[in-house]
C-alpha cells in the first residue's frame, strides 16, 4: 500500500513532464497524417474550449506575469489552430463533392447554421472577422507588448534603485529583495517575449487568408476537374466548406488575440479586470448623472427611440444615485483632545520628559503608525533600527511616536531630545516619484522635493504610478518616505544617540564574550565618558563600532599613557584602518584620493600647534576659500562615481575633518598611516590655494 501511495506522485509527475512534449508532436503530426472526421470534431471543439480557458485566466489574472506562459501559449495554440487547417484542407479537397457533412459536424454547422447556407454571406462575415482580428486587435496588442518591452526595460535601472533604497532603508530583508528583483527581471523577459509571441498571431491570421483562398481555387477546380461539378454546384460547396472551416479556426483565434491584448494592456494591481472596470467606470455619480441627462435629452428628440433611450437614461440616473449614496462618508474630523484630569497637587509626574528619538505625525497620518488600520510604520521602523543596530554597532534608542495637532494634517517631525531635526509633509494615498537625475520625462503630480536627500519629486496618484516607474523615477509610498528620512536623520546623527546609557548595555554584551578585556578597562584603566567619547568620534565621522573587541583592545593598550579622547580616537582609527578603507571603497581597487597644497599643508601645520577649536589660527579668507574648494572636490567626484576621500598628515586629520564636515559631510578624511599596507592610491586632486 505504501509503495502505491509514493509511487503516484512519481507517476503524476511523469505524465505532467511529457504532457508538453507530446502535445506539440502530436500537433506536428496533425500536419501529416490524416484525420478521420469524427477526431477533427473533437479537436476543432478543444481548440474553442482551449481559446475560452486562456481569454478566462487573461480576465481574471491580476498581473500580467500571474499568465507568464502566455506566451508560449500563443505558439501552442497557433501551431494547432494551423495543423488543423490542413487536416480539414486535405478533408475537404478529397470528400467535398459529397456535401457540406464532408468535413464533419463543426465546419457543417458554422457553415450552414452560423453563416446561412449563404457562401456570400460567409465571404463577407469571414473578411470582417479577419480583418478586426489582423489590423485591430493583432496588431495593437503587438505595438502593445512592444512599446511596454522597450519601457519596462527603461525602467529596470529606477525599479532596482526602488529596491536598494528599501533594502539600505531596513524595510525589506535581502530575500525579498532578491524576490522583486526576479519579478523585475520576468516582466522584462514577458514583455520581451510576448513582443515575439505576436507575430505568431499575426501570421496565423494571414495563413488563415491564405489557406482560404487556397481551399476554395482548388476545391473550384477539383470539383469540376475530378468529380464533373458545375461551376455554381462547386462553388457553393466548396465555399461553403473552406468558409465554415475558416470561421471554425478564426473565432478561436479571435478570442486568443483578445487574450492577448488584455494581458499586454493590464496595470499590475490587486484587483481583475472585472473588478478594475466596475470599481474605476461606474462608480463616479457625475459622469453616469451627465450621461443620463444625455441619453434623455436624445430620447425626447422626435424619430428616435424614446423607449430605448428614455430607459436607459433612467438606469444610469438610478446606478448613479445608488453609487453616490454608496460612497459618501463624512469628512475626516481631527480627534478631539483628551480632557486634562484634574489633580489637587502638582507632582513629578507633572514634569515631561524629553524623548531621545521621537517622531510626530500629524491626524491624517495617524492611520499609518496604527495597527488597527493596517499601518506598517511601525514595523519599518523597527526593521530600521534592526539595520542600523547591525550597521553601526550598537542598538538605537526606540523611536517614541505619537500624534500632535499643532503640525498640519499631513506633517510629520522628527526629534531629537525634544529638538527638531527633521520635518516634511506626506500625502497618504499617493506615491512620491523622486528623479535620480536621469528620468525621461516628467510626470503630472504635485511637483515637491524628497524630504532625506532634497531630491527633485512629485507626488503621484496610483494611476500614475507604473508610468513614473517606467520614465525612470524611484517610486515609494508615504510611509517608506518617513521611514527613509527617518533612517538618513538617525545615521547622520548617531553620535548623539550613543548616550551613556548605550555605551554602558554595549559593554554589558561585550563582556559576555570577553569579560577579562572589559574588566580590566573600564573602570581601571578609562572611565566610561572617555570610552563614550571615543565611540561617539567614531560614529560623527562615519565609522562603525561593531568591531568592539579591537576598540577596547586598542583602548586598554593606549590608555596607559594618554586618556585624550581625541589621541585614542586616532589610535583606534589606527587599529580598525582596513575596514575603514573597505567601507569607502570595497573591495582591493585604487583608491582615489584628495591631497592638501604643499604651502596650505605648511600653513595648517602652524595653525595646528596652537591647538585652537575647529580651525582656529586661519585667516577667514583662506578658511571660506577651503570650505567653497571642498564642496566642489566632493562634487566632482560624486559625478563620476567615486567616494571623495581627502589624504592628510596625521597631525591635521581631527582638525580638517571637523572643519570640513560642515560644508561637506560625504568628505571622508584619512592620514597617510591609515591606509593599508599593499593598497594602492591615486592623487586626483589637490585642496589648496588662495582664492
Known sequence: MAESVTG????????????????????????????????????????????????????????????????????????????????????VLLEGHTGPGAAGKVIEAFGSFLIGGNYAVGVVVFVILVVINFVVITKGAGRIAEVSARFTLDAMPGKQMAIDADLNAGLIGEEEARKRRTVIAQEADFYGSMDGASKFVRGDAIAGIVITIINILAGLVIGMSQHGL??????????LLTIGDGLVAQIPSLIISTAAGIVVSRVATDEDLSQQLVAQLFTRPQALYVTASILALLGLIPGMPHLAFLLMSAALAGAGFMTERGVRQPEVQPPPAPPAPESADIGWQDVPGVDMLGLEVGFRLVPLVDRNQDGDLLRRIRGIRKKIAQEMGFLVPAVHIRDNLELKPNGYRITLKGVEIGAGDVLVGQFLAINPGRALGPVAGSATRD???????????????????????????????????????????????????????????????????????????????????????????????????????????????????????????????????????????????????SELERVLMQASQARGPEGAGLEPNLAENLLKQAAKLVQDQESIGQPSVLMVPAPLRTLLSRFLRRASPQLKVLSHAEVPDGRSIRVVAVLGGRA
Open 8 to 91: 503516484a506522485p512519481a507517476r503524476l509527475m511523469s505524465a505532467t513532464t511529457l504532457a508538453g512534449p507530446v502535445l506539440i508532436i502530436l500537433v506536428l503530426g496533425m500536419m501529416t497524417l490524416p484525420l478521420p472526421t469524427i477526431l477533427l470534431d473533437l479537436l476543432f471543439t478543444f481548440n474553442i474550449a482551449v481559446s475560452m480557458i486562456v481569454l478566462l485566466v487573461a480576465l481574471f489574472a491580476r498581473r500580467p506575469l500571474d499568465f507568464s506562459v502566455f506566451p508560449t501559449v500563443l505558439l501552442v495554440t497557433t501551431l494547432l489552430r494551423l495543423s488543423l487547417n490542413v487536416a480539414s484542407t486535405r478533408i
Open 451 to 597: 524630504p532625506a536627500f532634497g531630491l527633485p519629486a512629485v507626488w503621484v496618484s496610483a494611476e500614475n504610478r507604473e508610468q513614473a516607474i517606467s520614465l525612470g523615477y524611484t517610486v515609494v509610498d508615504a510611509a517608506t518616505v518617513i521611514a527613509t528620512h527617518l533612517s538618513s536623520v538617525i545615521q547622520a546623527h548617531a553620535a548623539e544617540l550613543l548616550g551613556r546609557q548605550e555605551v554602558q548595555a554595549l559593554l554589558d554584551h561585550a563582556s559576555k564574550e570577553s569579560p577579562k578585556l572589559v574588566e580590566e578597562l573600564v573602570p581601571k584603566l578609562l572611565p566610561v565618558t572617555v570610552v563614550q567619547k571615543v565611540l561617539g568620534n567614531l560614529l560623527a565621522e562615519g565609522v562603525h563600532v561593531r568591531d568592539v573587541r579591537t576598540i577596547l583592545e586598542t583602548l586598554a593598550e593606549h590608555a596607559t599613557r594618554t586618556q585624550e579622547p581625541d589621541e585614542l580616537t586616532a589610535a583606534v582609527r589606527l587599529a580598525l584602518s582596513r575596514a575603514i578603507i573597505a567601507s569607502i571603497l570595497p573591495g582591493s581597487g585604487e583608491l582615489q584620493v584628495i591631497a592638501l597644497d
Open 230 to 239: 458545375g461551376f455554381a454546384a462547386a462553388a457553393e460547396t466548396y465555399t
